[in-house]
């Protein structure tokens, strides 16, 4: 097997988080998929949504090549965070599905420009709006893995499972018994670090 491209390398990293993010929406109920976990609302299937909206702006129209039957939402500036949630309407397979697309989609554009070949964000500040595939890459890897790595914590707060992939989790073993020591002692460092110092 020959050895992989850059451009190859770059896309295993950012396929390795679209299936990350993926798999923390797997197995969860309906409820649990879309309740907000945070002060800010931050939710699984939103996080979906708006990696996949991401993929839609930035392999799609940066690069002249829009994805068809785009969502509304991406052009709904009414709303705040509309893509960060789903609405009672929005199904999970709809916004998995949507994901996906959008990732069939960003593939073709990875795979049929070079890394040197360049785009514009619109929505960037003038004076960084000329970019490189390569960047984009760079940018949606750093954006895939970001949300996969707030839907980790999330997924462990809802039912404990943690890690990287269902068949690498990526975390030292132990059990019940051994994580409920080790955040004792997490939080005994914490108190006593935080003990005034003479």
Not at 6 to 32: C, F, I, N
Not at 42 to 59: D, S
Not at 91 to 109: F, K, M, P, V
Not at 124 to 140: A, D, F, K, N, Y
Request: hydrophobic share 40%; proline share 6%; charged share 25%.
């Amino acid at each position: 097997m020959p050895p992989l491209t850059p451009k190859d390398m770059l896309h295993r990293y950012l396929q390795e988080g679209r299936d990350a993010l993926v798999w923390k929406v797997t197995g969860l109920s309906e409820y649990d998929i879309r309740r907000p976990l945070t002060p800010t609302g931050t939710n699984l299937l939103g996080l979906v949504k708006h990696v996949a909206g991401c993929e839609i702006g930035y392999f799609g129209g940066v690069f002249g090549r829009p994805l068809e039957n785009s969502p509304a939402w991406l052009d709904d500036e009414t709303e705040p965070n509309v893509d960060m949630w789903a609405t009672a309407d929005e199904s999970r397979g709809e916004i998995i599905g949507l994901y996906q697309r959008a990732w069939a989609h960003s593939d073709e554009t990875i795979r049929v420009l070079d890394l040197e070949d360049t785009g514009v964000v619109d929505w960037w500040r003038p004076e960084s709006r000329q970019v490189t595939l390569h960047r984009i890459l760079v940018h949606m890897i750093a954006e895939t893995h970001r949300h996969a790595g707030q839907a980790d914590i999330i997924r462990e707060l809802i039912d404990g499972t943690v890690g990287l992939y269902e068949v690498n989790d990526n975390i030292p073993a132990g059990d019940a018994a051994f994580w409920a020591e080790h955040r004792t002692r997490v939080q005994r460092a914490a108190e006593a670090h935080s003990l005034p110092r003479e």
